[in-house]
């Protein structure tokens, strides 16, 4: 596959994607886990669903409809729950059912053959196109940027958001910036894994980190090296077998998140023996 990365433009495309995707999992999933926001990110990343779907109908790209579709869902979710209107995965939940039918419906009335929407679902990084890498890019660099600017804010803010508020941070404002983020990295994402899959992306690299440093900092920067590594073993396995490249991403990811987590608890045993010693 080496050589073929020098050869090939969807190669390097591929790569391009994988690399911009890990830096906007490694950042927005170590957030998602320290929030607990596993099923809410879930229902935003399938309500998208549904704007994939109006797009095909519509005649637009299928993708402006994603995020349409995950924004709306983003904020429609974060205003009910900050006015206790119920409870967030309750709501995660039926948004994640209802943009699932919603897209299902666009696309059952759409006039000829219905289109394929494989790559939505379960992502082809091979195919990614040279617009798409531009939207990814810009879509990186905001998220890159609005964590940059306001790192000490979101680093207050996870440690303890009552204690942040009462110190002036406005946690309102960086709730609604953090699920706008969500919706974006939906996008990035969808084109990589896949609509059913994002989930794994974002968590996987995320979690691994966890075990490897309790500093916000380390744990971002070691869940996007991560993220790297899991797209491109993903990659070049998908490559090589000729399988679809975004499930033997997830594959890969989820496999060696779960080998860290038992040497991870195998350390810790030997650990805890030796220390009773």
């Keep these: 596959m080496i050589e073929a990365i020098?050869?090939?433009?969807?190669?390097?495309?591929?790569?391009l994607a994988c690399l911009l995707a890990s830096v906007t999992c490694g950042i927005i999933g170590v957030i998602i886990i320290e929030k607990k926001l596993v099923m809410m990110c879930g229902g935003i990343a399938h309500t998208s669903y549904g704007g994939v779907g109006l797009g095909f109908l519509l005649g637009f790209e299928p993708i402006l409809g994603a995020f349409a579709f995950a924004l709306l869902a983003a904020l429609g979710v974060g205003y009910i729950n900050r006015r206790g209107g119920g409870k967030s995965d309750v709501q995660s939940g039926l948004l994640w059912s209802l943009g699932m039918a919603l897209g299902i419906v666009f696309i059952s009335i759409m006039p000829g053959y219905p289109p394929n929407l494989g790559t939505y679902l379960f992502g082809n990084v091979l195919s990614v196109t040279g617009s798409e890498i531009v939207l990814t890019l810009s879509l990186t660099l905001v998220v890159?940027?609005?964590f940059i600017i306001f790192y000490n804010y979101w680093k207050a803010y996870l440690f303890d958001a009552e204690f942040a508020a009462v110190a002036g941070v406005k946690c309102a404002l960086l709730e609604y910036?953090?699920?706008?983020?969500?919706?974006?990295?939906?996008?990035?994402?969808i084109r990589v894994v896949g609509i059913i899959l994002i989930l794994a992306l974002l968590l996987a690299p995320a979690a691994t980190a966890g075990l490897l440093s309790a500093d916000l900092k380390k744990r971002m920067i070691i869940s996007v090296a991560l993220g790297w590594l899991y797209c491109f073993l993903g990659l070049w396995i998908s490559y090589e077998a000729d399988i679809?490249?975004?499930?033997?991403?997830?594959?890969?990811?989820v496999l060696l998140y779960f080998l860290s987590a038992a040497a991870f608890l195998v350390r810790n045993r030997i650990g805890r023996k030796n220390g009773g010693a």
Aim: aromatic share 8%; glycine share 2%.
């Design 6 to 15: 020098f050869e090939y433009q969807f190669l390097q495309r591929a790569l």
């Design 144 to 146: 890159l940027l609005v």
């Design 177 to 189: 910036l953090l699920l706008v983020l969500v919706a974006m990295a939906v996008v990035v994402l």
């Design 244 to 253: 679809a490249s975004g499930a033997a991403i997830v594959m890969v990811s």
